[in-house]
Nanobody, 120 residues
Framework: QVQLVESGGGLVQAGGSLRLSCAAS??????MGWFRQTPGKEREFIAR????????HYAESVKGRFTISRDNAKNTVYLQMNDLKPEDTAIYYC???????????????WGQGTQVTVSS
């Protein structure tokens, strides 16, 4: 079982930045994804990363503002979030998958989530 531990959430003003971290227990997964969710709404894909090729893909809502990356030595995936907007407020989750997908149910393992709140 892949274990994921998230950190880095917090409260920031609009236009500010945060970097989320997701420490993984191993590198056996094919890809990692970042999702976000507000209570009462469906889970939303925001970014994904493929370990073997380094390929990335971003949701249109965050393209140009968010960047997904990794630190091989720490076996950690990051989500750098710049120019944050109030609509970015949500619980952010990292997840591990064995396929290249944006569908939440196709991700096998999930972190516990970290709260990001952006004030206006």
């Amino acid at each position: 079982q892949v274990q994921l531990v998230e950190s880095g959430g917090g409260l920031v003003q609009a236009g500010g930045s945060l970097r989320l971290s997701c420490a993984a227990s191993g590198r056996t997964s094919y890809a990692m994804g970042w999702f976000r969710q507000t209570p009462g709404k469906e889970r939303e894909f925001i970014a994904r990363f493929q370990w073997s090729t380094g390929s990335t893909h971003y949701a249109e809502s965050v393209k140009g503002r968010f960047t997904i990356s990794r630190d091989n030595a720490k076996n950690t995936v990051y989500l750098q979030m710049n120019d944050l907007k109030p609509e970015d407020t949500a619980i952010y989750y990292c997840a591990s998958s064995t396929v290249w997908t944006v569908i939440p149910t196709e991700y096998r393992y999930w972190g516990q989530g970290t709260q990001v709140t952006v004030s206006s």
